[in-house]
């Protein structure tokens, strides 16, 4: 979504609050921006080395099939 549609709509929400409202609101959003401890700087495939598999996708897709188990009764009607 849009940072100017999201802005909006949060606007046409909030323009019917009082100047008191508005006043508190803007001193929150102020302080959540001022007060927000930096992000410390993650390397995203080092936390997704434990995920990768050793087997290849087609390796991976004959285990699953091998590991199907097909127990479906099928009841004849009378």
Do not use: G, H
């Not at 606007?11 to 006043?23: A, C, E, I, T």
């Not at 700087?41 to 004959?62: G, H, K, M, T, Y």
């Amino acid at each position: 979504m849009d940072t100017l549609n999201i802005s909006d709509t949060y606007f046409s929400l909030l323009k019917n609050l009082s100047v008191k409202s508005k006043l508190e609101l803007i001193s929150k959003l102020a302080n959540s921006i001022s007060s927000r401890e930096p992000r410390p700087n993650v390397n995203f495939r080092e936390n997704l080395a434990d995920f990768i598999p050793e087997q290849s996708a087609e390796e991976i897709i004959a285990d699953l099939r091998k590991e199907r188990v097909f127990n479906r009764k099928i009841e004849d009607f009378e």
